[in-house]
């Protein structure tokens, strides 16, 4: 990934056209030759087709002669380039072959490069063929092709009937995919009169528009002096259009919005550093200095802009080539939400589309297309028949408020509770997190995160557990009590998730004969209620990405359901298969179980749910983050019938009276269909095939396969290294636990210093990361590149190893 | 608003060209013909340029001679119809002039529905002119122009070279706008080949594409007999490529997709009501047939299915005029959110850029544009200067948390309690409602909310409160308490308002003398210890519609701000101005106030901020719902830097530990940004003032000015209305209360017939509302038509008078 394309110097603007044959090249020639006071000029055309003497950079070469221009690839036919570069007449001017649409930005970025003065103002222009979807050599739409580098835009309109819909189209295309027009550029037609309309059009979203005189006829073609006079008339058109000033207020605005454009960058620190109040943040410390700015984002890149600071100076004035942006991997997937790439056009188009049929529909007593089908594609998704309404909230702290809520409200409904005179707490895991609203807080015991809230009163039992990591080359768990047994090494991670044979063991037993006992205690000698079961799946995230063994949270559920009687006085259902349900019985048992799938679900370890590592069907069930694919909140709380009938009386203050303004916002729930579709297309097209194949050790139980997008070879080589604890991946996640002599925990400073080394980077590339405590993590999306990937493992490996 | 076009036995499609001059009408003529088999075939020309004997009508005549055809508008000139129609020479053929938008609607749904059959199924094509964008007669982009009606797409993508963009970017403007293209056809072309690479780009979108074979080239017009051979090749053309089932497969999908459309429209509320867990909902005694499945919505109104019952069925034997979408006002402004209009493509595009430039930004340590604009744009629309922080999150629940959050840890830290072994409460009104997580539950008295909530501990002091309504055509001050003294009467509403005159007032003594003997005997000899006060200014939404006094509310802040010996041992500053900040000092007094303006802040109440209305400037106020247009969630909650600064240590952990995953994400700041610009400008734009002059009694004080969209007139009729106990009406709000013998409250019926008569409206028309207890109120966006509002209070007039 090139960094986007901003220089300090360089003025980069690239030229788009509404539609092919709408004047690009000869508005480029006019703009060519009307910046020339300004300093250098120079006109790239990535891709031409077309004869050889038509070419673009040679027209301008005759009518612009002082500018500096490049063909990169040239094609002999006059079609789309995609079809004309793979005719056999093809033939290219720098390289041999068709270029990669990766090869084509690298070349066009080191072209700007080295075209970019360390002090002197100057100019380039890069002209795009045909429209703004015309197909480059690949076959990628151009807008979506030349997106990484998102360089400013010049849209030439088209002047023709039916030009002003052309001109608007293509300018929403490229608006959809976030680039930034800065000047609108058509000729001159009094009949169609398109520039009259579009000039109140584009004036209304502040970018300029300048008709410019139509070139002169071409002359005759059976006039023998045809060419010669063809060229005096183009030369007289340019030297008088130029030299009457029509270009002179694009001139103005392409230079003022280009330094409007470093004036900003240049102070959204220090003005985000004065006003925003960041989440999760100290700001004792914090400089204006530390915020990154982020420019835009594209796949796993965020565009970061590179402050001006007096080593940046010093590294631009020993060349050239200082970019003022830098890609930087969002190794946190932006808190876990991304899924399929920043800046994807198709969730864009989604998000439009939603917003463009229906805005918000209030949703009581209303349905709407996606909040339907988001819903169908939920449940059927989950594979868990217990689970069968859809709860829509915001984020996943309100949807596990919402799932506290209906477990509460079942339990105390079976048991007889008054819920207002006596307290009733929760059963989880240490270590977990179930959002930032007072409510869910008190699911989590007292910690760093909450025990300083003032309204926070943490009401639960919450068990330590065992935890999995590759120690030295062995997946091990290691035991938090002796009650639990000694440690357990295994060869695989697949022999860690074969529950079947590890409920039988020695490990299961005490497992069983410990959670059984604690709960008893507790109720028994203490009096405690309980009102429902809460966990993370698999990976406690916020908690320090802590991989509890699956075996113990299976055993917690059986425990629970197996055993109502810990609970209150009740005959309950004793379901014997191991998801809890018997025939025609997905009635709970126990307790409510939630799971919290709020970051483990939805393919971030890998699989649809993370509770099918655990072969249990809770009753509750939540999921947000990658649900939406990485575009706006969303949460869906999903409950078996059962729970849902808690809720049913007479009386309408029993419902479940939870409900935020935009619940199951149609724009929110559209993504998410379009997102989860997607990557249930991925898994059933085999799209992690290469990751699966890297992890599988041959085993008829493919039902317990493990696999993640990080390379097996690289966790098991950083598990050797002298200063990792311990070290696990799975799904798109990577967690590396480094040693702290001071014990670890939230408080550890241990992994900041890697997580900084990760940040500074090389000029031109850095990854972002989060650490919690002595743990960083990495986290990728689910469509990052394997090339991408194991760079940074590169990286990982240079740091560590 | 005529209501969507959707009838049960019409076939309705809109046949879009991605330019001009693709060959739209040779394609409907093809679809005409190969139609025919299937049923009469009707084509509708709305707007037709250009010599009358070209018009498109009159080829389809020629060619497929069984076609029904019609043309709306006939003009002369053959350019865009917004330039056409204000040609000397135009000319239309069924209305004299030039028709409004609106007119040009209603004409073609009016035509749709005398050629909808009652029973024998039939296909009408209505044909644009030029491309999406090319503009109807009054300049709106026909994508726009004919939305409200959103009949799903026939496009015919362009096989010319650059056809492969402008048909993508012709479908890509229509997918922003919420249609459904439902087929594309176009020419085969086996130069450019763009059917092939469009084939693969819709497959991918499940529409199927179909190439034609081309028409015959137009014969050498130096031919005498030119004009005989070109009708003799198109017949040809026409005869041939049906006959061959070229169309075919179109044919077959267009019925297809038809009937999932009814199936999935006939079985959206079983399926709803099987699989949504509701908000707010007592699922029992709701039926499948209570749920209103909402095909789409356009400015101020959902297109509702009309379920095919057997009255539906009877009235549509009765007339062939019966259509299966009504049109329905959002009378609840979708739950308070709606401002801008539903479907408004401008923030739909505005969302669509915010997904292409970034997708989400994961935002600790990160600025991107969106968040940064928003938080400047806020701040400084709020005309507050002790607000200088912004924090985002999700909702206002969540918002509200937040607020709860900051206001108890400065207060904690200025008086040195430790909330850990005390509690703290907050100060607030009764019938406050701040959102549905369990912490700021607590911050409500218990009610019908929440006290079922098996968590819910409320925390607080709640003050009872003097309410306005118009009674019997006086401003009325109802009090609760004797010691508050009697019953106030104004002549307007601008004098309840005129708070500099009232202050004085034997009233606003007795306010504050109860407050502050209430908080005096609250603190001393009760021993509570208040965190923060809470309030809703102006108008209780959720807690009933209650329009609290705004001298009570100011007085309260006053005494709150005046008094802070009242609250802990402290020296703490004594503000004497009216906003409670003196010269640099804006630090809090006495307790930090909230404002939770998240349903009155932002216009809702004709105001950029409620607090405006008390003159008070809180220390943290809070916003939502308006705040993105109506679009997607987001909240924010700004603060002081006195607030900030509590939560600066050198501990991490003293930080406020709150933070959703999509905290600011950049879709919903950008949506925001654009919201609340858009909202400015009609307010500095004047485009209120009709409504402003018809609640304005000239006074020179224009600060204290208020005014509503709904008529004064309408207000003073309805509080002498015999079922009606109050009424009121402030910027978009109108609540009316009507007459209950069982007291009103929440769990009052009183309102329900009401709202049961506006919903089951006329054929072609309903009002949605909704009803808190013995209030129903009505509720319209910032930019709801005075004439559309105007129908709906004679629909008011008619239940009431």
């Known amino acids: 990934m090139p960094p986007a394309a901003l220089w300090r110097t360089l003025r980069a603007h690239q030229v788009y056209g509404a539609n092919t044959d709408v004047g690009k090249t000869i508005v480029s020639t006019l703009l060519c030759k009307a910046l020339q006071p300004q300093g250098p000029v120079s006109f790239l055309k990535p891709v031409s087709t077309g004869p050889l003497d038509e070419a673009d950079d040679r027209h301008i070469q005759r009518y612009a002669p002082h500018t500096r221009t490049q063909c990169l690839y040239q094609f002999d036919e ?147 002096d045809a060419a010669r006079r063809d060229v005096e008339a183009m030369r007289r058109y340019y030297e008088h259009t130029v030299r009457e000033g029509r270009l002179g207020s694009v001139v103005e605005a392409l230079e003022r919005k280009h330094v409007e454009r470093w004036e900003r960058l240049e102070a959204m620190a220090e003005k985000a550093h004065a006003m925003i109040w960041y989440p999760f943040t100290q700001h004792r410390g914090v400089a204006a200095q530390d915020i990154n700015v982020i420019d835009s984002a594209c796949g796993d890149y965020f565009q970061s802009y590179q402050r001006d600071t007096l080593e940046v100076r010093e590294a631009a004035s020993a060349s050239a080539s200082a970019s003022a942006l830098r890609a930087t991997f969002d190794g946190s997937a932006s808190w876990w939400t991304q899924g399929l790439g920043h800046g994807n056009p198709d969730l864009a188009l989604s998000a439009a589309y939603a917003a463009g049929r229906y805005g918000h529909v209030m949703f009581p007593g209303n349905i709407h297309e996606p909040a339907l089908a988001l819903a169908e594609t939920l449940l059927q998704s989950q594979g868990n028949p217990r689970l069968q309404r859809v709860f829509y909230t915001d984020n996943g702290s309100t949807g596990m408020e919402v799932a506290v809520k209906m477990g509460l409200r079942a339990a105390c409904a079976r048991y007889g509770w008054d819920a207002s005179t006596e307290p009733i707490r929760i059963l989880g895991l240490k270590g977990s997190y179930h959002g930032d609203t007072i409510g869910v807080m008190d699911c989590s015991e007292p910690s760093t995160y909450n025990k300083k809230v003032e309204w926070y009163r943490g009401r639960g039992h919450w068990f330590d557990f065992p935890q999995v990591s590759m120690k030295e080359g062995k997946w091990t768990i290691s035991m938090p009590e002796t009650a639990l047994g000694a440690e357990l090494q295994y060869g695989s991670l697949s022999e860690v998730f074969d529950l079947e044979a590890r409920l039988h063991s020695e490990a299961g037993r005490r497992y069983r004969a410990y959670i059984h006992q604690t709960i008893q205690r507790l109720v028994q000698q203490e009096g405690v209620k309980f009102g429902a079961l809460i966990m993370e799946p698999i990976i406690l995230g916020a908690g320090g990405m802590l991989f509890c063994d699956p075996l113990f949270q299976r055993c917690l559920a059986d425990v629970v359901r197996q055993h109502p009687e810990l609970f209150g006085e009740q005959i309950a259902p004793q379901p014997s298969s191991p998801t809890g349900e018997t025939e025609g019985n997905r009635d709970w048992s126990g307790l409510p179980i939630i799971f919290d799938e709020v970051f483990t679900g939805l393919y971030r370890l890998g699989r649809r749910s993370a509770a099918s590592f655990l072969q249990v069907h809770p009753d509750i069930s939540v999921h947000a983050k990658l649900l939406t694919g990485g575009l706006v909140p969303l949460c869906t709380t999903l409950a078996s019938e059962e729970i849902f009938r808690a809720f049913l009386s007479a009386e309408k203050s029993d419902a479940l009276l939870h409900g935020h ?62 200063s990792v604890e311990g070290v696990f991946a799975l799904g798109t996640v990577l967690s590396i636990a480094l040693k702290d002599q001071q014990g670890g925990g939230y408080t550890s400073t241990a992994a900041q210093g890697l997580q900084q080394r990760l940040a500074a980077g090389s000029e031109q590339f850095a990854v972002h990361s989060r650490v919690l405590g002595n743990v960083l993590y990495l986290m990728s999306s689910l469509t990052s590149q394997p090339g991408s990937l194991r760079g940074i493992e590169e990286v990982l490996r240079g740091e560590l190893l």
């Open 661 to 722: 303004s935009y619940t199951a916002h149609a724009v929110g729930c559209q993504v998410a269909v379009d997102s989860l579709q997607t990557m249930m297309r991925m898994d059933h097209e085999g799209s992690w095939q290469e990751y699966q194949n890297d992890w599988t050790i041959p085993t008829p139980t493919t039902e317990t396969s493990v696999w993640s997008v990080w390379s097996h070879g690289l966790v098991r080589d950083l598990s050797h290294a002298a």
């Open 78 to 224: 006059p079609v789309s380039p995609h079809i004309a570069a793979h005719q056999p007449s093809q033939r290219t001017t720098s390289v041999p072959s068709v270029p990669s649409d990766r090869q084509l930005l690298d070349a066009i970025h080191q072209t700007l490069t080295s075209w970019a003065h360390p002090h002197q103002p100057a100019h380039a222009l890069v002209e795009t063929a045909g429209g703004v979807h015309s197909p480059g050599p690949n076959g990628t739409s151009q807008a979506d092709l030349y997106r990484p580098l998102r360089l400013p835009i010049i849209l030439i309109a088209d002047a023709r009937l039916g030009g002003i819909s052309a001109s608007i189209a293509a300018y929403e295309s490229l608006q959809l995919r976030g680039y930034d027009v800065h000047s609108v550029l058509l000729f001159r037609d009094d009949y169609y009169q398109n520039h009259g309309y579009l000039h109140a059009y584009f004036a209304k979203k502040a970018i300029p528009l300048v008709a410019v005189p139509p070139p002169p006829p071409r002359p005759d073609p059976t006039d023998p």
